[in-house]
C-alpha cells in the first residue's frame, strides 16, 4: 500500500508563502514588505482641520510612501507635506492659516501629526478690466462664479479664465488674453481678471486638405463660418461637428492660425476619409418567464467613389423565439422565427446641407402569437434637422403587401366549417385583418427633440418625441387610418442617482392594422408581464379582440398609455467592471379600442434590477411584481417577470 510522505507545518507554511509570491509576481503585484527592525512610519494624523476633512487631505500626501516601503520618516517630504496642507487650505481662502507637523515616538513606530489653525476665510471681491466696447460687463461678470463676499475658491477663480477667453473669441478677439491674480488679504480676497483683447478679427481664406471634387463642396457647405466674418471659436468648433457629422471622414479638424498679429485669421480645415466598405455582425439574447429569443443580425454598406455622398447598404436580421417549457424539453417546433432582409439607398446633403434622402426596399418574414406574416416593403423618406441639431424632422411613404397564414387561438379556421359561410371565428379574423392579403400604404411623420446628455446612458435632460402616421388610398394602402405615438422621457441626476421617468401613449383610430397594433410587457415596458404579454387577447366574437380575459394568446391593442419612473445608481466595481441597481415602478395598459384607455385603470408593478457594464454593453437583469388587477377576468396572472436584457430600459 503506498503511504503519503510526511510533511511538516513548516514545510507547508514555506511552501505556501513561496506559491504567494509567485502568484503575485504572475499577478504583477508587489510581495507584501516587511517591516524593518528600526524606526518606520505606521501613520498620518491631522488635527484642527474643519473647513477641510481629513479623507480629503490625507490621500495626497507624499508620506504614505514611507509607510508602504516601511520606512521612516523623510524630514524633505514631511517638510513637502507640510506645505501640501497649507497650499490646500490658501485655496479655499484660509490665507492666515497655520500648519505645523510632529513626530510621536513609540518604541519602533512613528506616527505623525499635522496640526492646523485655519484661521478666518476670505470673502472674494471681483474685478473685470480692460474689457472692450460692445461686451456687456453683466455678461462677463456672470462668468465667474463667485459672489461679491462669498467665501474665496481658489479652483472656481480659475475656472473663469476660459468662459472669459471663450466671450472675446466669440466676438472676435482671437488673441485674447486673460490675466488673473489674486491679491490675498486675511479678510478679502480680490479676485482681478485685467483683459487684454488684442485686435478684433475677421476669417482670412479657408483651406481645405484631404478632400477634393464634390466632397470638398460639401465640406465648404458645412462650414459654419466664411472669409470675411466675424472670428468666432464657436463658429469653428460648429463646422468641426457639422464636418464630422457627415459620416465620411475618420478625422476633422478646424484650425485657425493665430500665429500673425493681423486682423485677418486664416482657417485650415483637414480631413481624412473613412473607409467607403464597412462589414458588421452582431448577437443578442433576451429571456423572460413565457419565452426566450435570440438574434443574429449582419451586413455591410459601401460608399460608391464616384458617388461620395451616396451609401448603399443591406443587412439581414434573424431571430427566433422558443417558449420557455419547448426550451427545457429540447424542443423546437413551437419556435417563432422572424427573418427581415432590408437594402436601402442614402444619400447626405441631398439638397441642401443636412438634408437626408432614403429609398429602402425589403422582405419580412415573422412569426407572432396569434399569426405568421410575410410580405415586401418599399420606403421613401427625407430626415433633416430642424435649426438645432438636437431638433429632428423624417417625413416619408410606406407600402407593403402582407400574408398572413397559421391563426392560432379561438379565432383559427375550422376544417369542419363550411367555407361558403362565415362563422363567428371567420368574422373575427375578418374584423383583424387577417382574412386575406393585406396591403398597407401609409404617409409617415416624426419629431424628435434630444435634450439628454448622453443619448445611450442619459445622465440629465429629456427626450420628446411624436410620431404619426396616416393610412389612405392617396398612399397606395386598403386601409384608412390616424395612427399617433408621442413619448416624452426625463433624466435628473443627484448625488450619483440618476432618477428617469417616461410615459407614453398610443392611438389608432380608423382601420386597425393588425401588424401596427401596441403591446407592452418586457424589459423595455411594464416589466410585470413577459414581453408583449400586456395586450388584448383574441376574442371568439366579431371584434376578435378582448382586453381582458385568460385566453393565453394576445393580438394587441388600439390604444396603449405606459408610464414610469426609476432610480438608478452604481453601487461597486467587480474586476474593474461597474456593478448598480435600480428601483422601478411602472405601469401601462393596452386596449382594444383607442378610446378606451383609461389613465386611472393601468396595470401597475415594482421591481428592482442589477446591471453590469462591460465594455460596449449594459447587461440588466430586472424582476418585476405585479401590484393590482389580478382577478380572473383579468390578465392572466403571472405574479412575478423575470426579464433580461441589453441597454438601457428607456
Same mark, same amino acid.
Given at each position: 500500500?503506498?503511504?503519503?510522505?510526511?510533511?511538516?507545518?513548516?514545510?507547508?507554511?514555506?511552501?505556501?508563502?513561496?506559491?504567494?509570491?509567485?502568484?503575485?509576481?504572475?499577478?504583477?503585484?508587489?510581495?507584501?514588505?516587511?517591516?524593518?527592525?528600526?524606526?518606520?512610519?505606521?501613520?498620518?494624523?491631522?488635527?484642527?482641520?474643519?473647513?477641510? /476633512?481629513?479623507?480629503?487631505? /490625507?490621500?495626497?500626501?507624499?508620506?504614505? /510612501?514611507?509607510?508602504?516601503?516601511?520606512?521612516?520618516?523623510?524630514?524633505?517630504?514631511?517638510?513637502?507635506?507640510?506645505?501640501?496642507?497649507?497650499?490646500?487650505?490658501?485655496?479655499?481662502?484660509?490665507?492666515?492659516?497655520?500648519?505645523?507637523?510632529?513626530?510621536?515616538?513609540?518604541?519602533?513606530?512613528?506616527?505623525?501629526?499635522?496640526?492646523?489653525?485655519?484661521?478666518?476665510?476670505?470673502?472674494?471681491?471681483? *474685478?473685470?478690466?480692460?474689457?472692450?466696447?460692445?461686451?456687456?460687463?453683466?455678461?462677463?461678470?456672470?462668468?465667474?462664479?463667485?459672489?461679491?463676499?462669498?467665501?474665496?475658491?481658489?479652483?472656481?477663480?480659475?475656472?473663469?479664465?476660459?468662459?472669459?477667453?471663450?466671450?472675446?473669441?466669440?466676438?472676435?478677439?482671437?488673441?485674447?488674453?486673460?490675466?488673473?491674480?489674486?491679491?490675498?488679504?486675511?479678510?478679502?480676497?480680490?479676485?482681478?481678471?485685467?483683459?487684454?483683447?488684442?485686435?478684433?478679427?475677421?476669417?482670412?481664406?479657408?483651406?481645405?486638405?484631404?478632400?477634393?471634387?464634390?466632397?470638398?463642396?460639401?465640406?465648404?457647405?458645412?462650414?459654419?463660418?466664411?472669409?470675411?466674418?466675424?472670428?468666432?471659436?464657436?463658429?469653428?468648433?460648429?463646422?468641426?461637428? *457639422?464636418?464630422?457629422?457627415?459620416?465620411?471622414?475618420?478625422?476633422?479638424?478646424?484650425?485657425?492660425?493665430?500665429?500673425?498679429?493681423?486682423?485677418?485669421?486664416?482657417?485650415?480645415?483637414?480631413?481624412?476619409?473613412?473607409?467607403?466598405? *464597412?462589414?458588421?455582425?452582431?448577437?443578442?439574447?433576451?429571456?423572460?418567464?413565457?419565452?426566450?429569443?435570440?438574434?443574429?443580425?449582419?451586413?455591410?454598406?459601401?460608399?460608391?467613389?464616384?458617388?461620395?455622398?451616396?451609401?448603399?447598404?443591406?443587412?439581414?436580421?434573424?431571430?427566433?423565439?422558443?417558449?420557455?417549457?419547448?426550451?427545457?424539453?429540447?424542443?423546437?417546433?413551437?419556435?417563432?422565427?422572424?427573418?427581415?432582409?432590408?437594402?436601402?439607398?442614402?444619400?447626405?446633403?441631398?439638397?441642401?446641407?443636412?438634408?437626408?434622402?432614403?429609398?429602402?426596399?425589403?422582405?419580412?418574414?415573422?412569426?407572432?402569437?396569434?399569426?405568421?406574416?410575410?410580405?415586401?416593403?418599399?420606403?421613401?423618406?427625407?430626415?433633416?434637422?430642424?435649426?438645432?441639431?438636437?431638433?429632428?424632422?423624417?417625413?416619408?411613404?410606406?407600402?407593403?403587401?402582407?400574408?398572413?397564414?397559421?391563426?392560432?387561438?379561438?379565432?383559427?379556421?375550422?376544417?369542419?366549417?363550411?367555407?361558403?359561410?362565415?362563422?363567428?371565428?371567420?368574422?373575427?379574423?375578418?374584423?383583424?385583418?387577417?382574412?386575406?392579403?393585406?396591403?398597407?400604404?401609409?404617409?409617415?411623420?416624426?419629431?424628435?427633440?434630444?435634450?439628454?446628455?448622453?443619448?445611450? *446612458?442619459?445622465?440629465?435632460?429629456?427626450?420628446?418625441?411624436?410620431?404619426?402616421?396616416?393610412?389612405?388610398?392617396?398612399?397606395?394602402?386598403?386601409?384608412?387610418?390616424?395612427?399617433?405615438?408621442?413619448?416624452?422621457?426625463?433624466?435628473?441626476?443627484?448625488?450619483?442617482?440618476?432618477?428617469?421617468?417616461?410615459?407614453?401613449?398610443?392611438?389608432?383610430?380608423?382601420?386597425?392594422?393588425?401588424?401596427?397594433?401596441?403591446?407592452?410587457?418586457?424589459?423595455?415596458?411594464?416589466?410585470?408581464?413577459?414581453?408583449?404579454?400586456?395586450?388584448?387577447?383574441?376574442?371568439?366574437?366579431?371584434?376578435?379582440?378582448?382586453?381582458?380575459?385568460?385566453?393565453?394568446?394576445?393580438?394587441?391593442?388600439?390604444?396603449?398609455?405606459?408610464?414610469?419612473?426609476?432610480?438608478?445608481?452604481?453601487?461597486?466595481?467587480?474586476?474593474?467592471?461597474?456593478?448598480?441597481?435600480?428601483?422601478?415602478?411602472?405601469?401601462?395598459?393596452?386596449?382594444?379600442?383607442?378610446?378606451?384607455?383609461?389613465?386611472?385603470?393601468?396595470?401597475?408593478?415594482?421591481?428592482?434590477?442589477?446591471?453590469?457594464?462591460?465594455?460596449?454593453?449594459?447587461?440588466?437583469?430586472?424582476?418585476?411584481?405585479?401590484?393590482?388587477?389580478?382577478?380572473?377576468?383579468?390578465?392572466?396572472?403571472?405574479?412575478?417577470?423575470?426579464?433580461?436584457?441589453?441597454?438601457?430600459?428607456?
Amino acid at each position: 500500500m503506498a503511504r503519503w510522505p510526511r510533511v511538516s507545518l513548516r514545510s507547508l507554511a514555506g511552501a505556501a508563502g513561496l506559491l504567494g509570491l509567485a502568484i503575485a509576481a504572475a499577478c504583477g503585484a508587489p510581495p507584501p514588505v516587511r517591516a524593518p527592525a528600526g524606526e518606520h512610519l505606521i501613520a498620518i494624523r491631522i488635527a484642527g482641520n474643519r473647513a477641510i /476633512e481629513s479623507d480629503a487631505l /490625507e490621500p495626497a500626501l507624499a508620506l504614505h /510612501e514611507a509607510i508602504s516601503d516601511g520606512a521612516a520618516v523623510d524630514p524633505y517630504l514631511l517638510a513637502a507635506d507640510t506645505e501640501r496642507i497649507r497650499a490646500a487650505y490658501i485655496k479655499r481662502g484660509f490665507f492666515a492659516v497655520k500648519v505645523t507637523s510632529e513626530v510621536l515616538h513609540g518604541q519602533t513606530t512613528q506616527v505623525v501629526v499635522f496640526t492646523v489653525v485655519e484661521g478666518p476665510r476670505a470673502t472674494a471681491r471681483v *474685478e473685470i478690466t480692460g474689457l472692450p466696447p460692445g461686451l456687456s460687463p453683466a455678461a462677463a461678470r456672470a462668468l465667474v462664479a463667485i459672489e461679491d463676499g462669498a467665501p474665496f475658491d481658489y479652483d472656481a477663480y480659475d475656472a473663469a479664465k476660459q468662459p472669459l477667453t471663450a466671450l472675446l473669441e466669440n466676438a472676435g478677439y482671437a488673441r485674447a488674453e486673460i490675466r488673473g491674480t489674486v491679491i490675498a488679504d486675511p479678510a478679502v480676497a480680490t479676485l482681478r481678471y485685467e483683459i487684454v483683447p488684442g485686435v478684433r478679427c475677421t476669417f482670412g481664406e479657408i483651406r481645405i486638405t484631404g478632400a477634393g471634387g464634390e466632397l470638398e463642396d460639401v465640406v465648404r457647405a458645412r462650414l459654419r463660418l466664411a472669409t470675411g466674418a466675424r472670428y468666432s471659436g464657436s463658429a469653428l468648433a460648429a463646422s468641426q461637428t *457639422e464636418i464630422y457629422d457627415l459620416g465620411r471622414f475618420s478625422s476633422v479638424e478646424v484650425t485657425a492660425d493665430r500665429s500673425g498679429g493681423g486682423a485677418v485669421v486664416p482657417v485650415g480645415v483637414a480631413v481624412r476619409e473613412a473607409d467607403r466598405r *464597412e462589414v458588421h455582425a452582431g448577437f443578442g439574447v433576451g429571456a423572460d418567464p413565457v419565452h426566450f429569443e435570440a438574434r443574429v443580425r449582419g451586413g455591410g454598406s459601401w460608399v460608391p467613389e464616384s458617388a461620395p455622398l451616396v451609401t448603399t447598404a443591406a443587412e439581414a436580421r434573424v431571430a427566433a423565439t422558443i417558449p420557455r417549457e419547448d426550451l427545457t424539453k429540447l424542443e423546437t417546433g413551437n419556435a417563432e422565427p422572424k427573418i427581415r432582409v432590408i437594402g436601402s439607398l442614402q444619400r447626405t446633403d441631398l439638397w441642401w446641407p443636412r438634408l437626408r434622402g432614403e429609398i429602402e426596399g425589403g422582405y419580412d418574414y415573422q412569426t407572432v402569437e396569434a399569426y405568421t406574416w410575410r410580405g415586401l416593403h418599399v420606403r421613401l423618406g427625407l430626415g433633416s434637422p430642424l435649426g438645432p441639431r438636437w431638433l429632428q424632422l423624417r417625413v416619408g411613404w410606406l407600402l407593403e403587401e402582407l400574408f398572413f397564414k397559421g391563426i392560432k387561438g379561438a379565432i383559427a379556421p375550422s376544417a369542419s366549417v363550411d367555407t361558403d359561410t362565415c362563422d363567428t371565428a371567420c368574422m373575427a379574423r375578418s374584423a383583424l385583418g387577417l382574412s386575406g392579403p393585406q396591403r398597407l400604404g401609409a404617409y409617415q411623420a416624426s419629431l424628435v427633440a434630444d435634450l439628454r446628455d448622453d443619448p445611450i *446612458e442619459p445622465h440629465r435632460g429629456a427626450y420628446l418625441a411624436v410620431t404619426a402616421a396616416k393610412g389612405t388610398q392617396w398612399a397606395g394602402g386598403a386601409l384608412d387610418y390616424w395612427q399617433i405615438t408621442p413619448e416624452l422621457r426625463y433624466y435628473y441626476s443627484i448625488a450619483g442617482t440618476v432618477m428617469a421617468a417616461r410615459v407614453r401613449v398610443g392611438q389608432i383610430i380608423g382601420d386597425v392594422p393588425v401588424t401596427e397594433r401596441y403591446y407592452s410587457g418586457g424589459i423595455s415596458g411594464q416589466r410585470g408581464f413577459p414581453e408583449r404579454q400586456l395586450a388584448p387577447r383574441v376574442a371568439l366574437d366579431p371584434t376578435g379582440c378582448a382586453s381582458t380575459g385568460q385566453d393565453p394568446i394576445v393580438i394587441g391593442g388600439a390604444g396603449l398609455i405606459e408610464t414610469g419612473i426609476e432610480l438608478r445608481r452604481q453601487i461597486t466595481t467587480v474586476f474593474g467592471y461597474p456593478v448598480g441597481a435600480n428601483l422601478f415602478l411602472d405601469g401601462a395598459d393596452v386596449t382594444c379600442d383607442a378610446d378606451a384607455i383609461d389613465p386611472r385603470h393601468l396595470q401597475w408593478a415594482a421591481g428592482t434590477g442589477i446591471w453590469v457594464k462591460v465594455p460596449g454593453l449594459k447587461i440588466q437583469g430586472d424582476i418585476g411584481y405585479r401590484l393590482n388587477r389580478k382577478g380572473v377576468d383579468e390578465l392572466p396572472d403571472q405574479g412575478v417577470a423575470l426579464l433580461l436584457g441589453i441597454g438601457e430600459t428607456f
